[in-house]
């Protein structure tokens, strides 16, 4: 079956950095565009970036923009954010998605596998 695997979370100090991973398995990772989306207490999920499957298309939401950086290793079913100059306001709950045969949508309806998240926590 499907799984996406977020690690790299945790605690950080502003203006410093993370990056995120999402290993996937149990598809063919080629056929999916990959997200970031993030949900923090209180609020709703919002985008945060897209890649498409072959990483030539990236798309981010205008709070993270210059900041953070999608990118991916299709040898290793594997999507990354590089997360930098980070603020308070990206704590939050960061999760990957896989759209199959998407095109890097802000939409998270469109996208059909989710993995289970991984904490972020920036302290000011």
């Known amino acids: 079956h499907v799984q996406l695997v977020e690690s790299g979370g945790g605690l950080v100090q502003a203006g410093g950095s993370l990056r995120l991973s999402c290993a996937a398995s149990?598809?063919?990772?080629?056929?999916?565009?990959m997200g970031w989306f993030r949900q923090a207490p209180g609020k709703e999920r919002e985008f945060v970036a897209a890649?498409?499957?072959?990483?030539?298309?990236?798309f981010y939401a205008d709070s993270v923009k210059g900041r953070f950086t999608i990118s991916r290793v299709n040898a290793k079913n594997t999507v990354y954010l590089q997360m930098n100059s980070l603020k308070p306001e990206d704590t939050a709950v960061y999760y990957c998605?896989?759209?199959?045969?998407?095109?890097?949508?802000?939409?998270?309806?469109?996208?059909?596998?989710w993995g289970q998240g991984t904490q972020v926590t920036v302290s000011s």
């Open positions: 998605a896989a759209d199959y045969r998407g095109r890097a949508v802000v939409d998270a309806s469109a996208y059909m596998y």
């Open positions: 149990g598809l063919t990772f080629t056929d999916y565009a």
């Open positions: 890649i498409s499957w072959a990483g030539s298309i990236q």
